[in-house]
């Protein structure tokens, strides 16, 4: 997360200023996104336990750490720190696709099927969700339910992109 405006956003309020835990937590998880990348994932998981110390609200470090425990295999808090992440940021649709695929991995597919549903209801129009619904289709055989969510998936992803094409166009033929 990067707590500065991107281009085009509106400029931030004073209420939308970082608090200084949530500076120091980007920080912190960014670093442990270094060390994951460098192949060190203990001292990854360190900061990612020092990102969440220093800002207990902060979403991406529960999702980060909920990867690396699906990672290990640890499942269960990985679902504990997925279900975290919900908790403070419950509009991120990939939260709950989180979820999803950590029950299908546990090999709990009829929970995985739940979450997905629940996610849908919130996120309907959300490309990843229809594909991950579609891959636990495939895991009960109903081969054309799955064919449905991953052409529809596809389908709002292409209508994504192509939506940011012409976003990027028009922004060009700009003076």
Do not use: C, W
């Not at 670093?31 to 998981?45: F, S, T, V």
């Not at 989180?98 to 919130?122: C, I, M, P």
């Amino acid at each position: 997360m990067n707590p500065a405006p991107s281009y085009g956003a509106p400029p931030m309020t004073s209420a939308d200023q970082p608090t200084p835990q949530r500076l120091a937590a980007v920080r912190l998880l960014n670093e442990a996104r270094q060390y994951g990348a460098q192949g060190q994932p203990q001292l990854a998981l360190t900061k990612m336990n020092q990102a969440i110390a220093a800002d207990s609200t902060f979403a991406d470090a529960y999702s980060d750490r909920g990867a690396y425990y699906g990672s290990q295999k640890n499942y269960d808090k990985a679902l504990e720190d997925f279900q975290t992440e919900i908790m403070y940021s419950p509009s991120d649709a990939g939260a709950y696709n989180n979820v999803a695929r950590t029950y299908a991995l546990k090999g709990d597919f009829l929970q995985a099927l739940e979450a997905e549903d629940y996610s849908l209801e919130k996120h309907a129009n959300d490309p990843e969700s229809y594909m991950v619904r579609g891959m636990i289709f495939l895991h009960f055989g109903k081969s054309h339910d799955a064919e449905e969510d991953l052409r529809y998936g596809e389908t709002i992803q292409r209508g994504t992109i192509a939506g940011y094409a012409g976003q990027i166009q028009s922004k060009r033929s700009q003076p």
